[in-house]
């Protein structure tokens, strides 16, 4: 009867030590959630729609999701409103 709790309590204090060696300090957890905020950010900076605005060799104005051939000058335009411009179609 006694090694049976002599088992629980081993048992009892390995995974006490296991979780005390895997838990992660506050400041790294803290660090690792802004690397995280920061990646987030940038990856959704980079996914934003973009068109491209250029004007072919007929002199006609394009735009297009895809940039014109190289050489040629384009600017770009964001398909998504900034904050605080109201878009509203039904408008004259």
Not at 27 to 51: C, G, I, Y
Request: charge should be neutral.
């Amino acid at each position: 009867m006694q090694t049976r709790w002599a088992v629980v309590a081993g048992l009892a204090a390995g995974i006490a030590v296991a979780w005390w060696f895997a838990r992660e300090a506050p400041a790294a957890a803290e660090a690792r959630r802004q690397r995280a905020e920061q990646a987030a950010s940038a990856n959704a900076e980079d996914a934003r729609p973009v068109l491209y605005r250029w004007t072919d060799a007929a002199g006609v104005l394009q735009v297009t999701q895809e940039p014109p051939p190289r050489g040629r000058r384009y600017e770009t335009v964001d398909i998504q409103p900034r904050d605080g411009i109201e878009v509203d179609g039904g408008r004259q």
